[in-house]
């Protein structure tokens, strides 16, 4: 054992004080680079991890330049007779810079982790950024954080080249543990340098060892309390509640004409809507999700204007922008968001309206709990919940706002089939007793026909219909409106006389009600809608033969060709929807079998 132990306490304080300084600049920074989309973001990014892959002693050599006697930082302290070259805080700045780039770099990893929607949330849940920082954000880095510190730590503590240029290796005074086993050695002193060695692997490793126990703990005890489940909460009937008509009763509206241009997508919609919910209907891509965005401010339109209740939240002639925090605007987004770290109380208190009392938060809260059927959940958190609690939690908790517009993005898709059919009890009751407006998106055209009475049709980022539902589904105005309703049976049709029109991929003649004569360009009918019949004399009656089956289990789909018997599985014309009782009662009979397409059925189409 060495008799001076000095390089280990130099060793300690410049590597704790280059820890502490990196651990409040490398968390800035990454923070700051997260949300950074100026430019020049790859040369600042080169910058900071430099010091990462920069032999060292070019780093020290660099540093050497700038804090020596002729350097711009060692000519503003001349005349405070003060130097940092040769002294232990070269040491300590030295490690501090090769130790940045290890803590702004996991740090970074941690932060860009965060799924963005919780931030998104918080913003639409009024939060300032600051809240968004200190109760978001680095809380859920922490992890990550405390890794990084621990990286940085142990850079730190064995930086030698940097050390060497700038403090120099004077014993008592910058020798640290790294010269200190590289002198040893020099000397030939190997049991020394053993030693140091020893010291520097047991410090270092110990607080890395340290770090993964505390995560191995920690994911533990978050797998332990992830299974108790509540299970029984979603057999319940929901009871409709005071809680959502906390909106006033002044008149709401949403007026909406925004066009947003992405670089493979042009978004340009116009639209006006009430108190009755509106439901955007279209496939995936379609715009549903981003003019949802564009209303909660978290997208900015390109050009275009907004307005609810009045309000304008959005124009771009006036250069009106208002943030998502001052939207007054609920955001139920597609996986939940709900903040990981906080509790189900947490949660919901969050969304509460600033300035409230301790007391008054709880009785809030208690009262969004049982209005929602969570009570007693309060005090866990959201991975200790079903999916069908994490949504009422969700939406609870966008109520608590006491939002002005409601937006619902697909809440359902997370679901299974029987958790999602109550589930739909318990918006539909919502949405009736909500005051103000609500925007419900979803692919799924019975889920939009049974919660929607207004419907939204989108097709590549253009509005194609916009109506009540049941004009939509009895009188789609195209082909692509049809097939998002379900409109499975399509044909080119040409217009014979004023009831009448060739269907041309069909090779039949229809009797027709009344046909845009103007925009006529196809026909179609629904598969549910075609009538078997016994009788070939009725109009827009014709033989057919069965290709093949598709079975469900209530219901089987016959894939039918008229006129003819099919010549391969793929030589059908329509595609009929049936009962199984239907099904039992014309299987067995000869060929061809008769079908009618119902004048008052037949869909006409542009």
Known sequence: MPVDLSPLWISLKTSLLATFITFFLGIAAAYWMVGYRGKGKSLIESIFVAPLILPPTVVGFLLLLFFGKN????????????????????????????????????????????????????????????????????????????????????????????????????????????????????????????????????????????VNFWQEVRDKRGQGTGEQRGGGGERELFTQHSLLSTHNSLAVGLFVDIEKRLRSFHLKVSFDTNKEPLGLLGGSGAGKSIILRCLAGIETPTKGRIVLNGRVLFDSEQGINVPSRDRRIG?????????????????????????????????????????????????????????????????????????????????FSALDTHLRNQLEQQMTATLTDYQGVALFVTHNMEEAYRICPNLLVLEHGKAIHYGSKYDIFEHPATVGVAQLTGCKNFSRATLVSSQQLEAIDWGCRLQVIEPNTDKLSHVGIRAHQIVFTNDPSQINTFPCWLVSTSETPHRMTLFLKLHSAANNLQDYHLQAEVFKEKWATIKDKSFPWYVRLDPLRLIVME
């Not at 309206?353 to 958190?381: C, F, T």
């Open 331 to 411: 955001f139920l987004v597609q996986n939940y968001a709900l903040f990981p770290h906080m509790s189900v109380a947490q949660n919901i208190a969050f969304g509460l309206p600033k300035g409230l009392s301790a007391g008054s938060i709880r009785v809030q809260v208690e009262d969004q709990l049982i209005a929602m059927q969570l009570q007693g959940l309060g005090d866990r958190y959201p991975h200790q919940l079903s999916g069908g609690q994490q949504q009422r939690v969700a939406l609870a908790r966008a109520l608590a706002s006491q939002p002005e517009a409601l937006l619902l993005d697909e809440p």
């Open 71 to 210: 350097g711009p930082l060692g000519k503003l302290m001349e005349p405070f007779n003060f130097s940092i070259v040769f002294t232990w805080y070269g040491a300590a700045i030295a490690a501090t810079v090769v130790s940045f780039p290890l803590m702004y770099k996991t740090a970074l990893g941690a932060f860009e982790q965060i799924d963005g929607n919780l931030l998104r949330v918080a913003r639409t849940l009024g939060a300032s950024e600051s809240t968004i920082f200190w109760r978001i954000s680095l809380p859920l880095a922490v992890p990550g954080i405390l890794a990084a510190t621990t990286l940085a730590f142990a850079r730190a503590l064995g930086e030698f080249g940097a050390t060497l240029m700038l403090a120099g290796n004077i014993p008592g005074q910058t020798q640290t543990i790294p010269m200190a086993i590289y002198f040893a050695v020099e000397a030939g002193a190997m049991e020394e340098a053993w030693f140091w060695a020893i010291a520097i692997m047991a410090i270092s490793l110990s607080g890395i060892i340290a």
